[in-house]
Nanobody, 117 residues
Framework: QVQLVESGGGEVQAGGSLRLACAAS????????MAWYRQAPGKQRDLVAN???????TYADSVKGRFTISGDNAKNTVYLQMDNLEPDDTAVYYC???????????WGKGTLVTVSS
């Protein structure tokens, strides 16, 4: 089973920045996708940013221009740089790994990001 460990969450004031990291126990260079999702209190878990095997990035409209997903294959780590944070960004952020085989989907335990106004 793939282990994903998120880090970098915390509390920040609106307008500030955080950088989340997701360290994977496997070689992420051969994955299909790696992504960040978030779940705010009382809300569903939604896609924030995706990085596919070809290096194509996808972002939720709410974070475009503010968040950047990137990967370091040598470190088997995916990052989410979050700039100009807003209170609505407050959520638990989860790392997601998708391999090429059916059912090869794994989640991290999440890291809490709190943005105060």
């Amino acid at each position: 089973q793939v282990q994903l460990v998120e880090s970098g969450g915390g509390e920040v004031q609106a307008g500030g920045s955080l950088r989340l990291a997701c360290a994977a126990s496997v070689n992420i260079a051969i994955r299909r996708n790696m992504a960040w999702y978030r779940q705010a209190p009382g809300k569903q878990r939604d896609l924030v940013a995706n990085l596919d095997s070809g290096g194509i990035t996808t972002y939720a409209d709410s974070v475009k221009g503010r968040f950047t997903i990137s990967g370091d294959n040598a470190k088997n780590t995916v990052y989410l740089q979050m700039d100009n944070l807003e209170p609505d960004d407050t959520a638990v952020y989860y790392c997601y790994y998708q391999g090429w085989l059916r059912g090869e989907d794994f989640w991290g335990k999440g890291t809490l990001v709190t943005v105060s106004s």
